[in-house]
């Protein structure tokens, strides 16, 4: 019987295989977290499952842009809420969570789990909340309403993901300042260009020399492109497969010419140059490791990203 | 009282109010060294600064003021030691005010010296090298220039001690901090430098802002009178240049990373005034400007540059006061106009005012023979007590922090003092 030590073991033996591209990658975290999952509900199986539900994995798992160390965000709907079905998946929650912990998925520091009731609810809870989230407009709510844009189901129902989604953007047409709220919660761009026209590296610490390619490259492409996505009402969860769909529209023609490729060789570059062994490890970019003409291709792509973000936030508030 | 009476008396005044607000920086560098060092050490840092004032106080007044300004040759003064002179005024300041603002001169050179020490050095070295540094080394640089020695007689132009203070205190920080090596946790084994933050930045701003108060002081009354008011415009350069070496500082460190660095701010500001403490008697203002802007950016790529020698500077006395002390002193080659300089028979013209090479060339020997007696005096001494008697605690001492280690108590008791259990616990349970 697999164990969690044994899909640490299997797991640790085989991604050096997955390293080709982003999408073998993931694809194999997707693997050894549905595996996580079986184990999970087998640790549980005195119990009956009490009724249908969804496991989906959210943030930049959601998105199928992991790198190769990367935090747990997950959740679960469940079709109803009753005393038994409340008890069962918040311990299949506690228990999955431990699991991918031991597997080699740190624990969300933001709660972001199957094991916080807040992400562990019914079907209906999940749309009580989701509408609370939005008519509460608070920054922490309008967070939150972002990171389960990303959801994705890797067990279970796939209808309960995509009715939620769409009771989003079915919302935000109904109320514009929505996108207003996200717009003032996005707005906020770490700077990678400095003034003189430099890549702005850490000046301290372990990863001197480096660029943060999560806040500085990763956050404009993601954040604005997920804007859009709410906006035009995309369930598609990946920033390419949103890019795609984004690209068959005319009005972003111009807002996302050369994005595609742009955040296609961010991923490329993550997956060449960062595959330490810490979750921090993943995400700063030695610029000393590249050569002048990768240098050139990471500054466009900085300042393109920066560029994408304030042309997407004008373009919403129109 | 007549005219010249009532001036001698103001001129007295003044001095002595000069005296007072240079005294008074040291509150200004107890809260800008506490605040740019960690909370473990700042009792110690505010304590050290008090009682190393008080050695220096005593022994300027045995023999360093007599080193200085004694009768003696063009290398020391050997008279006047345990000064005593309580002859009135005879048309000019009382000896005892001079002494008076000379004395607190001494104790701003030995405070910025000891900034190099910070976090690591033991308590005794700081006892020991108070004396020997107020004894022999200030002394002896300030009677090359202010006391009739050999500096003096090329005419060099020192207006209010950029050499003698600060460039003389920084190469004794220079000498101890690498004698001393980084503190721990400073630099990483792939050679990535830690960013060891200081606990309160707004202890470090509200030190700076008395430091720049006291520069009043330390410039203002370096004109030793008031009868011709040209103490205003002493002020009035030292404020457009302070003011410049902050703004200077906060745009180049933000266009550098990114970021507008407020412990970098801060030192631009005394960038500026140490930039122009030398040329503040000698320089029209757009001057002072030009000055305390060029010393606020050197400052951010100083303290970067001695990042990256790995030179651990724990609250960049090196760059504030060695490397913008420089500038300032060379920065009267450049700039001194002819009516402040060669026409009152004090030195030469600047090279923009067509006194050509020749004062740069003395500024820029005054430097380099000031600053390798104090950097190879201090160095000598530093390392003799080294090999003697070591010059750092110990490492289980430097992490529990020199307050509770070298004084018993901590300065911040209730936020320490757990920390201190647990260290204790672990250190117990290793064993």
Known sequence: METYESIKHWKDQNISSYLDTNQSLNDFHDQVMSKVLDVAMKKLSKYNIPCEFTWFITGSGGRLEQGIVSDQDHGIIYAKSDIESDAYFLALGKEISVGLNIVGYPYCKGNIMSSNPVWCKSFVQWERQLFNWMADESWESIRYLQIFYDARELYGNTNYIQELKYSIYQYQIEHPSLLHRIVANI?????AIGPLGQIMIEQHGKFQGGINLKYAAFIPYVNSIRLLAIKEGILECSTLQRIEVLNGMEIYGNVLEGCESNFSNLLNYRMTFLNGASY???HYLNVRLLTNEQKKEIKRILKDGKSLHDQVIAQVLQ | MDVNAVVVLMDNLWVAMGAILVFFMIGGFILLEAGSTRMKNAGHIAGKTIFTAGIGTIVFWAVGYGFIYGEGN???????FFYGDYSAADGGLTPAVDFSFQVMFALVSLTIAFGGFAERAKLSIYIIFAVLFSAVIYPIVAHWIWGGGWLAEHGKQDFAGSTVVH???AMAALAATMILKPRIGKYNKDGSSNNL???????????VLILWVGWFGFNGASTFGVSDGFLGFVLLNTQL???????AAMFTVWAVTGKADIPTTLNGALAGLVAITASCGFVEPWAAVVIGLIGGIMVVFSMKLFDRLKIDDPIAALSVHGTVGVWGTLSNGLFAVPALSTEIEWGQAGLFYGG????????????VASGAFAFIVSFIILKALDMIIGLRVSEEEEIMGLDISEHGSYGYPEQMQEKHANLTTAATTEK
């Open chain 2, 197 to 207: 933050l200081g606990h309160n930045q707004v202890f470090t701003a509200l030190g």
């Open chain 2, 167 to 169: 460039l003389t205190g």
């Open chain 2, 74 to 80: 063009a290398f020391i003064g050997l008279s006047n």
């Open chain 1, 280 to 282: 921090d490890d993943t």
């Open chain 2, 356 to 367: 050509g090479f020749d004062q740069l060339g003395v500024q820029a020997l005054g430097v």
């Open chain 2, 241 to 247: 240049a302070a003011g410049a070496g902050a703004i």
């Open chain 1, 187 to 191: 707005k906020h761009v770490r700077n």
